[in-house]
């Protein structure tokens, strides 16, 4: 980049969110990074952003609560006179299914995964002085519905239509992005062994890498002409798996 222009990226002290702040830094982005309770680890992630030269600030946001949501978006702009990115990465994952249902977690994921994003989207459009691009990290499951992770998948199902919906709505200033990546690290009851064969068991034999992640990040930031598309990254698992997976079982405990 031949100026520097800042990104809000939320989620931003652990795993995906670091891994997309770390990136941007690199590309040439002061970073804003979000984290809910984990400042040690934010600050970490500034430490690490800082050596590739970019200007950081750490925010804390408990993204339930919608005033605290709304003022982040207002605080980040304040903070970077150049905000022109943001990337709504922060997610709950907690595990329940049809037959588990609970109001409270529905809540709770509903609040994190789906409000929060579309009410930073729409405080970010309002305060940042540019042009600006959103990207709402999503998941591959919105591509290849399955009961399991039910009320997580309702989440990430309601910002893959509001994607499309701010698209529309924040045209011409903003441009809005989703991408849906496939099982990116190794996490929970999963052994390595079954996190790699979940890797190979795809029609490409490869799956989801946070490299690729990273660069459909810099391809949506730096593309004028494109808004309310969402790219799923999977090795084209989507095209072709079906529920339930019986050979992994790690997954339906």
């Not at 799956?207 to 598309?229: D, H, I, K, N, W």
Request: charged share 25%.
């Amino acid at each position: 980049m031949n100026e520097r222009k800042a990104a809000l990226v939320t989620g931003a002290a652990h795993r995906v969110g670091r891994a997309i702040a770390l990136h941007l830094a690199r590309e040439g982005w002061d970073i804003g990074i979000h984290h809910n309770r984990s400042g040690a680890q934010a600050e970490e992630t500034a430490h690490e952003a800082q050596a590739f030269g970019a200007k950081t600030q750490t925010f804390a946001c408990d993204l339930a609560d919608v005033e605290a949501v709304e003022r982040l978006a207002a605080e980040f702009c304040e903070a970077f006179p150049d905000a022109a990115l943001l990337v709504n990465s922060a997610a709950v994952f907690e595990r329940d299914t049809a037959e588990t249902f609970d109001s409270r977690l529905f809540d709770r994921h509903m609040a994190i995964n789906a409000r929060a994003p579309v009410l930073l989207a729409k405080a970010f459009h309002s305060c940042a002085p540019q042009q600006t691009c959103i990207i709402n990290v999503l998941d591959q499951k919105i591509a290849s519905l399955t009961p399991d992770y039910f009320s997580y998948t309702l989440s990430k199902c309601a910002l893959d239509a509001a994607t499309r919906m701010l698209a529309m709505g924040l045209a011409p200033k903003t441009r809005v992005n989703a991408i849906a990546p496939g099982i990116l690290l190794q996490s929970g009851d999963l052994s390595r062994e079954e996190f790699q064969r979940l890797h190979r068991d795809t029609i490409l034999g490869i799956g989801a890498s946070m490299e690729e992640l990273c660069a459909a990040v810099s391809f949506f930031a730096r593309s004028p002409a494109v808004t309310g598309q969402v790219l799923v990254i999977d090795g084209g698992r989507h095209l072709v798996r079906t529920y339930p997976y019986e050979d992994l079982p790690k997954l339906k405990e």
